[in-house]
């Protein structure tokens, strides 16, 4: 966990906020996200690499073992851990896969191209979509899937250890008898857009508020402020511009909430954050906006969030009116275009 790359050495201060605050946590996060998962069939995804390679895992399973490794371009032990997951690939040999996804959070394709070329990556790189997330429990980076050569999932973690070690060793081993019965992904809905309806659902918020996605009374309309309660500090140095972002979306959210007459509901990545970290976040920052916790990532998939902050502004009747990607200092401007929209 110590090992660096040169060029990607970052100052130690930034592990100590999350989503790198402690290894022991990311491990836990991991297990406890896996725990459903282990010994159950892997899913049969067709991937495709950032060079349009096509990957078939369900042709891998009863072949080969499959190493799969979540990551991302500003995540810290992703990183540290990149010269052990480098050598895993390079030795390889014939029965074990070493695939590469890219959590696709915060992270465009000429951010993972640029990355590759910096460090000098040569195993396969794949962005994820949602799928592999969805299927796989996704809730830390790195976050280490190990699939035996009989298509089961045997490992779900997040350490470079003994553990990581053994299952490899376990998933090259284990005889094939039979190959499981593979777990078909579930297809997902089609993202919501400007003109769609959204979900009749409930969220709780860290104060035990229940939130709908649209004003229950329909009278009001809502934003949606997707968010993610370490942007601010932990990409301070990594990210600078998503750093301060996520700053101008929170100190304008918080006007903004007070003044427009919309309702505002936060809704916060499941990604390194758990309901704890959002109330400390929220107690910390004196948020008033209402936080809820998508710790599966289900709404951030069902509306094709893929950077933080994003917003979308939903009308008085439930359908999305706006979406607000880029977050400049005019985001009153733009908010208030769509409130006149969507009365």
Not at 67 to 85: D, E, I, N
Request: hydrophobic share 45%; glycine share 6%.
């Amino acid at each position: 966990m110590r090992a660096t790359i040169t060029g990607f050495v970052l100052a130690l201060g930034l592990c100590a906020a999350r989503p790198a605050s402690a290894d022991t946590s990311g491990q836990q996060l991991a297990e406890h996200a896996g725990q459903s998962l282990i010994g159950a069939p892997a899913p049969a995804l067709v991937l495709t690499t950032i060079d349009g390679q096509r990957i078939d895992l369900s042709r891998l399973y009863g072949q080969k073992a499959v190493y799969l490794k979540f990551w991302a371009t500003w995540c810290v032990p992703c990183r540290q851990q990149m010269p052990h997951f480098e050598h895993t690939f390079e030795n390889a040999g014939q029965d074990l896969a070493v695939i590469a996804v890219n959590a696709g959070f915060n992270d465009s394709l000429d951010d993972v191209k640029a990355y590759r070329q910096t460090v000098g990556l040569k195993m396969p790189i794949v962005i994820d979509d949602g799928r592999l997330a969805d299927a796989l429990h996704l809730r830390v980076t790195p976050q280490h899937i190990v699939i035996a050569r009989d298509g089961r999932i045997i490992y779900i973690g997040h350490l470079v250890d003994d553990r990581l070690e053994a299952a490899l060793q376990s998933a090259r081993a284990r005889p094939v008898e039979a190959v499981a019965n593979t777990a078909t992904a579930s297809p997902h809905a089609a993202t919501l857009g400007v003109g769609a309806h959204v979900p009749n659902l409930s969220l709780t918020a860290v104060d035990g508020t229940i939130l709908s996605l649209a004003d229950p009374a329909s009278q009001r309309s809502t934003v949606l402020m997707f968010m993610s309660p370490w942007c601010e500090s932990y990409l301070e140095q990594s990210r600078p511009q998503r750093s301060a972002a996520c700053r101008r979306a929170r100190e304008q959210s918080e006007t903004l909430a007070a003044q427009s007459g919309m309702r505002w509901v936060g809704i916060a990545s499941g990604l390194w954050a758990t309901t704890d970290d959002l109330s400390e976040y929220r107690l910390k920052q004196h948020v008033a906006v209402p936080l809820a916790l998508d710790e599966s990532g289900g709404l951030f998939r069902r509306f094709g969030v893929r950077d933080v902050p994003t917003f979308v502004v939903v009308n008085s009747r439930g359908v999305i009116v706006n979406r607000v990607d880029e977050v400049t200092d005019h985001l009153h401007d733009d908010l208030s275009k769509s409130a006149s929209r969507a009365l």
